[in-house]
């Protein structure tokens, strides 16, 4: 029951930490990565130390400066966290990513009442029910990162798809709470007042996971592979040169996560979850542009920088932009 509570509580934070779009149902090979559209913002130098990059925003005497991030990290990578301190310096907030409202009560709650949904019917197994080219992509996947198939014997697919990412995770050192959890340490040792631009609701999402049928669990499975895949060739790049502010390359190797945009696709109740962080992200760095003073925010690279993203939509309010050098 453990290791179920740690899938469902995996989900939950899923929801809420990775920016993901909205992917195809099929629960066959997935199509290549589509390239993405970036806004395009006009680049000024806005600092001095290799580190990660940050845009200036300003509009009159305030001052919003965003630090963009990717993920999943390494745990033990080294980037500079000096210049992240200076940039707090002096700040009045700290502006985080959505976040999602549940807590241990919810999940216990939800485990008690549907943890047994989270396996196969007694006598069946998840790889007789998958298509061909999935099962065979699949076993490749749990291989490839040195999982134990044994773990997936007689998970339901979605089930199945949200404990490879995991396994990914853990095998590679990879996570996510850098450099949100550095940034928050820092923020608090400064008493800065800190909040994710809007909160919502995530244990009726995780429910109704429950309720898709098996091809699209298999469908989204399927994308779980595709991140795997990706992520294992392109991830340590990514933040390599997040580390040291190389945006090309981030851009270049940057992904979003198809299996949590697969969620999104089959879940109504989270359909517009894109369109409202963006929006809200949009909506709280204004508001801070019209208070007096600076503000740090966090946004992810995805959101921040492609076209119709947080800073296009800034910049058409006529907020003047200081952005890195490419």
């Given at each position: 029951m453990r290791g179920a509570a740690l899938l469902i509580l995996g989900l939950a934070l899923a929801l809420m930490m990775l920016p993901a779009r909205a992917q195809p149902q099929a629960a066959e090979s997935p199509p290549a990565k589509a390239p993405e559209e970036w806004a395009e913002i006009e680049t000024v130098t806005v600092r001095a130390e290799p580190g990660p990059a940050v845009w200036r925003l300003?509009?009159?005497?305030?001052?919003?400066?965003?630090?963009?991030?990717?993920?999943?990290?390494?745990?033990?990578?080294?980037?500079?966290?000096?210049?992240?301190?200076?940039?707090?310096?002096?700040?009045?907030?700290?502006?985080?990513s959505p976040r999602a409202d549940f807590n241990l009560v919810d999940i216990a709650w939800f485990l008690l009442r549907h943890g047994s949904e989270l396996s196969l019917p007694r006598g069946q197994q998840l790889e007789d029910g998958l298509p061909p080219d999935l099962a065979l992509r699949f076993k490749a996947a749990i291989a490839v990162i040195g999982a134990d198939a044994e773990d997936y014997r007689t998970d339901i697919p979605i089930r199945a798809a949200v404990r490879l990412g995991q396994d990914f995770q853990k095998k590679a050192d990879l996570g996510y709470r850098e450099p949100r959890a550095t940034v928050e340490s820092l923020a608090s040792r400064k008493r800065i007042s800190t909040a994710p631009v809007y909160r919502f609701e995530v244990m009726d999402a995780v429910r109704d996971l429950l309720k898709l049928t098996p091809d699209q669990q298999r469908a989204c499975l399927s994308q779980a592979v595709e991140d795997v895949t990706w992520a294992r060739a392109h991830a340590l790049r990514a933040a390599r040169a997040w580390a040291v502010g190389d945006i090309r390359t981030v851009k270049d190797h940057y992904s979003e996560s198809r299996l949590f945009g697969c969620v999104i696709a089959q879940v109504e109740r989270i359909g517009d979850i894109n369109a409202r962080a963006t929006a809200e992200t949009v909506a709280a760095i204004d508001a801070a542009l019209n208070q007096p003073g600076k503000t740090v925010a966090l946004v992810a690279m995805g959101p921040l920088l492609r076209r119709d993203g947080v800073l296009a939509r800034l910049k058409a309010r006529g907020v003047t932009i200081e952005a890195p050098v490419e």
């Open positions: 300003t509009r009159g005497t305030s001052e919003v400066w965003i630090l963009g991030t990717v993920g999943p990290l390494s745990r033990e990578m080294d980037w500079n966290r000096a210049t992240v301190a200076d940039m707090l310096d002096g700040a009045r907030a700290l502006l985080l």
